[in-house]
């Protein structure tokens, strides 16, 4: 199975690129380019929610990893913790009480939950382990010439 494809922004950002001129700027041409940064939280969520929603996008954003298409991601992300929180908090009312039955079904419920939201918060690198495979390329200031570096740019007088 072959490896995913990385962009080609991520391999010359590396500098591994064995490519020519003429092959990444013809790759540059293949990929897709995204501009959707108009993120809104979806009507569905609960004004509680939708609070929470605007801070992590903005975090998101800030880092240029979310767009327009990651809204639904992240509305089920706060939805799944959500619930699972509501199950957590089930769970323990029913173990103070000792009601075997109602800790089996409610840790079934706890666990969904957990795993939901789990699969959408590594999908939007939420994780340390997604983050951690997240290289988010940063713009280098552009590389001085040496003979200005040395004898200045002739604009001061």
């Excluded at 769970?91 to 009480?97: F, H, I, P, T, Y």
């Amino acid at each position: 199975m072959a490896r995913p494809r990385k962009p080609i922004e991520l391999i010359v950002h590396e500098g591994k690129s064995h490519y020519t001129k003429d092959q990444i700027e013809e790759r540059r041409a293949q990929e897709l380019k995204v501009d959707f940064k108009n993120v809104q939280a979806p009507d569905y969520l609960p004004a509680k929610l939708k609070t929470e929603f605007d801070e992590i996008a903005a975090k998101l954003l800030h880092l240029n990893i979310m767009t327009e298409l990651d809204e639904d991601t992240l509305a089920r992300y706060l939805l799944a913790k959500q619930q699972y929180l509501q199950y957590t908090s089930m769970l323990s009312k029913a173990s103070q009480k000792g009601d075997l039955d109602a800790m089996e079904k409610i840790s079934r419920l706890q666990d969904k939950a957990f795993k939901q939201s789990r699969s959408c918060a590594m999908d939007l690198g939420l994780t340390i382990a997604s983050r951690c495979k997240l290289v988010v390329p940063a713009k280098e200031p552009p590389k001085q010439n040496k003979f200005i570096q040395k004898f200045g740019d002739g604009t001061s007088g």
